[in-house]
């Protein structure tokens, strides 16, 4: 705390502090001068009780002074707020998606990505819908959270003030896989920024490659699809949240696995074998409940049948059959 990644971050400890502060003085005031009557008024020292009815002064006092104590709360709060959200005025515009269960990001230039990322030192405007139920973005690291609904645009400014790596959650029941949606924010400085969303390059940080898919290896004998020159398309969908390339589990079954020629296991009442073909890569991708992996259940997997052309799927599909 204290030292957050962005100034509002700052001010929303400090009020968060004075808040906490000011009901730890009246705690300890309230509880002392408590302990104090027990005693001073027990039935031993004060045996006969006096009725007071009514005072005036002491009921304006407890009006006025916590209502003080509310509104300095209030406006503290308020005006760092207001300051932070007058700053989306001019600031660079990303349009954020939200869907059941996963982010997407599309920036000025037409560029999509499913991380968000943001230059430092400047503000960024975050415009944001749902294409389906309630969402709500949060960056904990930032203290900002803004709900995310269907039919109406929210909007939350980020200004961050250093370079970093820090997570997205998603903070609204919105479902089964609710708890999965989770994505990072990543701040670069303004060059690096620009040669992402220019040039495309994927700066080299060290937590990034934590997550990265690992090149192909010589002991799996995988053939590593996240190679391929159109594997990006891939990466936008956001079907690398749940699938990944390198044989290991994530939310689905690894794409490692999907072979044009090979089977997989699908259980429909029963289990049974299936062969992998385009046919079954396309209505595993546009009706996901069809046929189930085994060892998963129905309703994981979003289906995608508002959010890719024919040519995006014809191109997914020779990506995913690619280690033919
Ligand atoms: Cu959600």
Not at 188 to 197: F, M, T, V
Request: aromatic share 10%; proline share 4%; glycine share 6%.
């Amino acid at each position: 705390m204290f030292s957050g990644p962005s100034s509002y971050a700052d001010s929303v400890d400090n009020v968060m502090l004075y808040i906490t502060g000011t009901s730890v003085l009246l705690l300890i005031g309230i509880t002392l001068t408590m302990i104090y009557f027990v005693i001073r008024y027990s039935r031993k020292r004060n045996p006969k009780a006096t009725q007071i009815e009514g005072n005036m002064a002491l009921e304006i006092t407890w009006i006025v002074i916590p209502t003080i104590i509310v509104m300095t709360m209030f406006w503290y709060g308020y005006s760092d707020f207001a300051k932070l959200r007058g700053q989306a005025e001019g600031a660079q515009v990303v349009q954020v998606t939200a869907q059941m269960w996963k982010w997407g990001f599309e920036y000025e230039n037409g560029k999509k990505s499913d991380t968000l990322y943001v230059p430092a030192g400047q503000p960024t405007k975050l415009e944001m819908i749902s294409l389906d139920v309630n969402h709500s973005l949060f960056i904990p690291a930032f203290r900002i959270k803004e709900d995310v609904i269907a039919n109406k645009m929210n909007f939350m400014v980020v200004v961050p003030k250093e370079t970093g790596i820090f997570d997205i959650a998603c903070a609204e029941y919105c479902g089964l896989d609710h708890s999965y949606m989770y994505t990072k924010m990543i701040v670069l400085d303004e060059a690096d920024y620009k040669k992402w969303l220019v040039d495309g390059v994927v700066p080299k940080i060290e937590e990034l490659k934590e997550t990265a898919t690992p090149a192909p290896t010589e002991e799996t004998g995988i053939l590593d699809i996240s190679q391929h020159a159109d594997f990006h398309l891939i990466a936008e969908k956001g079907c690398v949240r749940c699938h990944s390339t390198d044989g290991s589990q994530l939310i689905g079954p690894s794409f490692a696995n999907l072979r044009d020629g090979k089977t997989t296991i699908v259980v429909d009442g029963e289990e049974k074998e299936i062969d992998v073909d385009e046919e079954y890569i396309k209505q595993s991708i546009l009706d996901p409940n069809a046929h189930v992996v085994k060892g998963y259940t129905k309703f994981m997997m979003p289906d995608e049948n508002d959010n890719m052309t024919e040519e995006e799927m014809k191109k997914i599909i020779a990506i995913l059959m690619a280690g033919k």
